[in-house]
């Protein structure tokens, strides 16, 4: 059975720091990229940050480049995703979503057609 597990969402002050993991099971991790995506209240869905595992190449939106960190643990099948410096404006569901045979940016274009999508986690920055 496929899984994509995503938790370490949570409220956080203006200017604080949350690490997401998106832990994968059931499939073969070094041939997907996987992704975080977050979705505001009344606003669409945007991708804000991928990576490739398969050769690590990795994609930041620019309202989050310089703040957020993506990362990839091989031996634990979990990406992370380590944001710094959070802003009110992050507040929103994050998900995390896999694609196999992709490169981290061809799966932003592809959004939202991916192989498999996790629940979300709220995250929540005070002001």
């Known amino acids: 059975e496929v899984q994509l597990q995503a938790s370490g969402g949570g409220l956080v002050q203006a200017g604080g720091s949350l690490r997401l993991s998106c832990a994968a099971s059931g499939f073969t991790f070094d041939d997907y990229a996987v992704g975080w995506f977050r979705q505001a209240p009344g606003k669409e869905r945007e991708a804000v940050s991928v990576?490739?595992?398969?050769?690590?190449?990795?994609y930041y939106a620019d309202s989050v480049k310089g703040r957020f960190t993506i990362s990839s643990d091989h031996a634990k099948n979990t990406v992370y995703l380590q944001m710094n410096s959070l802003k009110p404006e992050d507040t929103a569901v994050y998900y995390c979503a896999a694609h196999a045979f992709t490169t981290a940016r061809a799966m932003v274009l592809i959004s939202p057609d991916y192989d498999y999508w996790g629940q979300g986690t709220q995250v929540t920055v005070s002001s």
């Open positions: 990576i490739s595992n398969g050769d690590g190449e990795t």
